[in-house]
């Protein structure tokens, strides 16, 4: 089943059942063909409860509403006017040519009457604007029409008349309130002129402006809420809707988006906030309805995460150096605080204590205890307060273990943090990545496709660190080879070498392993041996240590 959305929809949704998109209020466009978009309606910005949006709008809008395709993007959305403002509303109405304005709104025209021209292009198009002659261009004319300024080649304008527009049909709404201020300031001690721009205010859309100014009558006059209570009462009504329409666009968007985890969100945050809202009941159902498209998104999203971050952590962890002291031991880290004040002092310490008013340290090399007042506070993050006598890269060995162990803990405390799930779920979801479930619809079964994917790492050069070489007997060493100490090896390797090794311990002891396939040395040929030059005799591999394969790891 779809979920009702009576905002706006893409060209994808049409593939609902005919009732629903009835209940999406949906309407028809004549024709599909495509049409050239004139440059008016290119680059178009629309403030959509109250956020900007830009795009092209595209030809063939009609009483009902206009179709919107944002920039960068193929898709078409589809909006009813009622989406809008109403100023944006009169403004979009006239750049798109329906002259005769948003009858269902009388009050949606403000502001003064100005002098304007009535331009009729060879397309057939009439724009009606402002002339604005200071930005001119040669062989263009610059000119304002529905608070946007277009450029039009001079060839191809054909009539112009001269007109009278108000100022709605040219300028935005903030345009229009500055412009207002500007003729008519309010005075500091007259709750009436406020009063007066708010009711202003309220027919240009501007709700939270009108809310401003009626507060400042207000406070001018302690009577004038009483007085004027209706019209307080219609303030806060309207702004009332308007919040509860936008949280519900939000909700839109985000299902719109297969972002099920937000919307859910979004759907408890209307719910709680907008109890008497006409579409509260149908925000109840579409939360019903997201509860299980959350789930098999939030399976999802642990899934793809889980691969992405084995490489993350892992480079992470590479970079991190290790406090060592002069035997060249690592140095047992201790967890301290660190404490900037507002007046940018940072002090350092053990944390002994935190009432809520004040933070304590104490600083053990100086035997100081130090109390810091909370309103004193600018930031405190933690700290390592160990000392060493230098930094040293992780060795193998520490890296291995991290690959084969607490890498898996990261990664889940990773994705839970993320998602703001419970580590035990992300484990759970992670456990379970395999499982599917198959129904039959139609007579036909029908299964879904996986969510793994096969992975793949190489040990490649470093195939012999998983296994031991292999042995000397019949080849001639003249000495011990100090290449087969690991570690001496290791630090010589570059790290997207020690990166790919590292991924394959991981994929190894945290995946599946599908398989593991061989790759023929390429120094040897497979043979696991050279032939010494001088001697004649037999040599082990220096590439693949007489192992005759490279190894490669396929996981999932």
């Not at 604007?129 to 261009?137: A, F, H, S, T």
């Not at 939270?208 to 100014?213: C, D, K, V, Y």
């Not at 709680?272 to 939360?287: C, H, N």
């Not at 991924?503 to 390429?522: D, I, M």
Request: hydrophobic fraction near 35%; charged fraction near 30%.
């Amino acid at each position: 089943m779809c979920i009702e959305s009576n905002l706006f929809y893409s060209r994808g949704l049409w593939s609902c059942a005919g009732a629903v998109v009835l209940a999406l209020g949906g309407f028809s466009f004549a024709g599909d063909a495509p049409e050239r978009i004139p440059v008016e309606l290119q680059n178009v910005s629309i403030a959509i409860f109250g956020q900007p949006y830009t795009g092209s709008i595209l030809p063939g809008a009609t009483e009902e509403g206009f179709r919107f395709q944002p920039k960068g993007s193929t898709e078409q959305l589809s909006f009813r006017w009622s989406t809008l403002e109403p100023s944006e509303r009169e403004r979009i109405r006239k750049l798109v040519g329906l002259d005769g304005g948003d009858r269902s709104s009388p009050d949606s025209l403000w502001g003064e009457e100005i002098a304007g021209f009535r331009l009729t292009l060879k397309t057939g198009r009439v724009l009606e604007g402002i002339p604005q002659p200071e930005r001119d261009r040669p062989g263009f004319r610059a000119f304002r029409t529905g608070s946007k300024q277009v450029m039009i080649p001079e060839p191809e304008i054909v009539a112009e008349e001269r007109i009278v527009v108000r100022e709605s049909q040219v300028f935005s709404a903030e345009e229009g309130y500055e412009r207002l201020l500007i003729r008519r300031p309010p005075k500091d001690d007259s709750a009436s002129d406020h009063l007066e721009l708010a009711r202003t205010c309220v027919r240009m859309g501007l709700l939270e402006r009108a809310l401003q100014h009626a507060e400042q009558a207000k406070a001018i006059d302690p009577k004038a809420e009483e007085t004027h209570q209706a019209f307080f009462l219609e303030i806060q009504q309207k702004l009332k809707t308007r919040q509860a329409t936008e949280a519900y666009s939000r909700i839109v968007m985000a299902i719109q988006a297969a972002d099920y985890g937000t919307a859910l969100a979004r759907c408890d945050d209307f719910l709680g906030a907008f109890l008497a809202d006409e579409r509260y009941t149908r925000v109840q159902k579409m939360r019903e309805e997201l509860e299980p498209k959350r789930q098999v998104h939030l399976r999802e999203q642990v899934i793809r995460m889980y691969y992405s971050l084995v490489s993350d952590l892992l480079q992470q962890r590479m970079g991190r150096k290790i406090k060592v002291d002069a035997k060249g031991l690592p140095v047992p880290a201790i967890p301290g605080k660190q404490v900037t004040t507002r007046n940018n002092q940072v002090i350092r310490g053990l944390p002994v204590g935190d009432d809520g008013l004040k933070v304590v340290l104490k600083d053990v090399k100086k035997d100081l205890t130090i109390e810091i007042p909370r309103k004193d506070i600018r930031a405190i993050e933690d700290v390592d307060l160990s000392e060493g006598v230098k930094r040293v890269d992780p060795t193998f060995e520490e890296l291995k273990a991290y690959a084969t162990g607490e890498l898996g803990t990261d990664i889940v405390a990773r994705i839970a943090q993320t998602l703001q799930v419970p580590p035990a779920q992300v484990q759970e979801l992670w456990e379970g990545r395999f499982e599917r479930t198959g129904r039959v619809e139609n007579g036909m079964l029908r299964v879904p496709p996986p969510l793994t994917a096969p992975q793949t790492a190489s040990y490649g050069e470093g195939s012999w660190l998983r296994c031991a070489p292999a042995g000397n007997a019949g080849m001639v060493l003249v000495e011990p080879d100090p290449a087969d100490d690991p570690e001496l090896w290791w630090s010589a390797q570059s790290a997207e070498t020690k990166l790919g090794i590292l991924r394959a311990f991981a994929g190894e002891s945290l995946f599946k392993v599908k398989s593991t396939p061989g790759k023929v040395c390429p120094e040897c040929s497979g043979r696991g041996v050279l032939e010494a030059p001088a001697s004649g005799e037999p040599k082990r591999c220096p590439v693949c240590r007489g192992l005759k394969n490279l190894v490669t790891m396929v996981y999932e």
